[in-house]
């Protein structure tokens, strides 16, 4: 089931045939507030105190709220009890493409045919919005390919976070044309930014299909106009062998496409670094192909990772290195990427996912982190704070 407000909860297993003021106990594996530290089998306590008015009057540990309240009803809300989580990176306008499992390489040229075939765009990414909205979320890091898809998320009065426009250029020749094009259509889509809601952000696509040129350029003007970028990086071992060593199957693939790439010698972390594209912290999206350094070098630089796990499985990726990352202090957020590469749009399905995958090396507790501070850090955002006294339905249930 999919984020759903505590009021909600409540109401749906309440009796019926019951007398008097709804008194209920909800309980999850982990309790957020939003702000401070997760609680661990925790319960939040619900009161009516007028019909159809539910308020939070406690939480803390399960035990300890069962105990002070012994005539409510209980309910299990599963994973966690908390403010709803951010999909911090998707690609709405694939929401048509059928889910492609497989290797990574392959995957690229499905999403390449799936584009030209005309499947890409504001319809898809309409479909992908009410998707998204009946999972019960509200706040997205999408990156964005079509104009009508910018207008699209910018004009949704439900939604909120980052619109990335998508920066595209392996042809050094063509960096100053290209930048010129992305300023124009930028300052164009942010003319239609509406307070408290989406934003407009740029997203040079990655490491190896954005010149060196073009991406020190796009992520240097990003800085001097303050706004969000998001770049995916080392999304796969292959892309690390090709910014190593110059092979691999992602190197056979770029040479199919015409694309020339000379490798820097260094990871692409490392490669982004020594072109100045990590100063000001971007999001960097994926990081499963990192070591240490690289890991250090994100965090230094202030970035948010997001983590796709379920993409991760179905493309053959390999494991995100979780336990790398709490080691060296780097935020992580949580995302679902695209209907392409993952089963659905649910968040909350990919962080229990997320729970399921890492087992000791990553609490339920940092994981529901991520999915909630971890995603509105990686969108520039504030996380909402939850209190007692709250009405029950600013609270939620990731069942």
């Known amino acids: 089931m999919p984020f759903v407000t505590l009021a909600e909860l409540a109401r749906r297993a309440a009796p019926v045939d019951r007398a008097g003021p709804l008194r209920c106990v909800v309980t999850a594996r982990v309790v957020y507030e939003g702000f401070g530290t997760p609680r661990e089998d925790a319960a939040v306590a619900l009161f009516e105190d007028e019909p159809g008015k539910l308020f939070v009057t406690a939480v803390g540990p399960r035990e300890e709220v069962l105990a002070a309240h012994p005539r409510s009803l209980v309910v299990d809300a599963g994973l966690a009890v908390g403010p709803a989580p951010v999909n911090a990176h998707t690609h709405l306008d694939l929401s048509d493409m059928p889910f492609t499992p497989g290797p990574y ?7 390449i045919a799936h584009g030209r075939e005309g499947r890409r765009g504001e319809a898809a990414a309409r479909r992908g919005v ?4 009946a999972s019960g979320v509200r706040t997205v890091g999408d990156v964005v390919t079509d104009p009508a898809v910018m207008e699209l998320l910018l004009s949704d009065p439900d939604l909120s976070g980052v619109a990335y426009w998508e920066v595209f250029g392996p042809d050094a020749s063509r960096a100053g044309e290209l930048l010129a094009e992305t300023v124009s259509a930028v300052n164009r889509f942010r003319a239609l930014e509406r307070p408290g809601g989406v934003r407009v952000g740029v997203s040079p696509h990655t490491p190896h299909t954005v010149s060196a040129p073009l991406m020190r350029a796009v992520t240097a003007w990003a800085r001097a106009e303050r706004l969000p970028v998001a770049i995916h990086v080392a ?31 260094v990871s ?14 971007p999001t960097l999206v994926h990081m499963v192909a990192v070591d240490d350094e690289d890991v250090r070098m994100a965090q230094a630089a202030g970035c948010v990772v997001v983590h796709c796990p379920r993409s991760n499985e179905a493309l053959l990726c390999g494991r995100f ?3 790398t990352f709490a080691r060296h202090g780097a935020d992580v957020a949580m995302g679902t990427d695209s209907r392409g590469s993952s089963p659905d749009l649910d968040v909350v399905a990919e962080a229990r996912r997320a729970v399921e995958l890492h087992g000791s090396k990553a609490s339920p507790r940092a994981v529901v982190r991520a999915a ?8 520039g955002m504030q996380p909402p704070r939850l209190r007692v006294g709250d009405a029950a339905s600013a609270w939620g249930a990731w069942a």
């Open 235 to 265: 999304e796969t071992p292959a892309e690390r062998e090709l910014f190593v060593h110059g092979t691999g199957a992602l190197a056979e693939a770029m040479a199919g496409w015409g694309f020339s790439f000379t490798a820097p010698g």
């Open 105 to 111: 390489e392959a995957f690229l040229r499905a999403v």
């Open 268 to 281: 692409p972390v490392r490669y982004l670094k020594d072109l100045g594209a990590l100063e000001g912290g």
């Open 130 to 133: 009410a998707e998204v909205k």
């Open 372 to 379: 909630v501070k971890g995603g509105y850090r990686a969108l």
């Open 321 to 323: 290195p979780w336990e």
